[in-house]
């Protein structure tokens, strides 16, 4: 059962436009809710994270939005650049556990 | 700063024929230490984390083990790999409570 999940494999945006990324979760015991990039043969970055308490949470370009109602996270990127190019993976984690469970990732690519 | 190594970036290795991957983190003390596998294609699947020296928990049933000798160290092992072993391994570190993990760059293992 796949309790966090990413439906869309993948992405395309056209560079400066703005790149929205959605993940959506079952379990509503998820309190800390992240997001992290990924290039190929390397390790997932940490981007930005949100707690439960919270439905918004903005660093630089890049905004997360947490909707508990609709057990919905979204990454929202603007202007988006090529370098933004990457696979996305959003990730979830109990309340009170140290371990987070990852969607699927999806790819964007950012169009010249 | 805080850094994670892991070593090797690639390993080519036959069926049948024992494992150990290495994992150190440096400039934080007692972190959470995760050891995770992407399949081809695939997201982040959680195979073992340890909140302590020499206190490890399974994810999954399967034919690797994990060990913490040290604070900081983290090793994933086999005793004979599988053809299904095939895949990119990556460890990780956290700090307690709502903190994101950290991860290393990557083992990519192909049996053969």
């Known amino acids: 059962d796949q309790q966090v999940k990413q439906n869309s494999p993948s992405l395309s945006v056209q560079e400066g436009r703005i790149s929205i990324l959605n993940c959506d979760y079952t379990?509503?015991?998820?309190?800390?809710f992240l997001w992290y990039k990924k290039y190929p043969a390397e390790g997932p970055t940490f981007l930005i994270s949100?707690?439960?308490?919270?439905d918004k949470n903005e660093d630089g370009r890049f905004t997360v939005f947490l909707n508990k109602s609709a057990k919905h996270l979204s990454l929202h990127i603007v202007p988006s650049q090529p370098g933004d190019s990457a696979v996305y993976f959003c990730a979830s984690r109990f309340q009170g556990a140290q371990k987070l469970v990852f969607g699927q990732g999806t790819r964007l690519t950012i169009n010249p | 700063s805080q850094t994670i190594h892991q070593w090797p970036a690639t390993l080519v290795q036959p069926v049948g024929s024992p494992l150990s991957l290495e994992c150190t983190v440096e400039g934080t003390s007692n972190p959470n230490l995760y050891w995770y596998r992407q399949a081809a294609g695939r997201g982040l699947q959680l195979l073992f984390y340890s909140v302590g020296i020499g206190q490890i928990s399974s994810e999954v049933p399967q034919n690797l083990s994990a060990s913490r000798p040290q604070d900081r160290q983290f090793i994933l092992s086999s005793k004979k790999l599988l053809l299904s072993d095939s895949g990119f391994y990556l460890c990780?570190?956290?700090?307690?409570?709502?903190?994101?993990?950290?991860f290393g760059d990557g083992t990519r293992l192909s049996i053969l």
């Open positions: 990780a570190w956290s700090l307690q409570g709502n903190q994101p993990q950290h």
């Open positions: 379990n509503s015991m998820f309190d800390y």
């Open positions: 949100i707690s439960s308490i919270k």
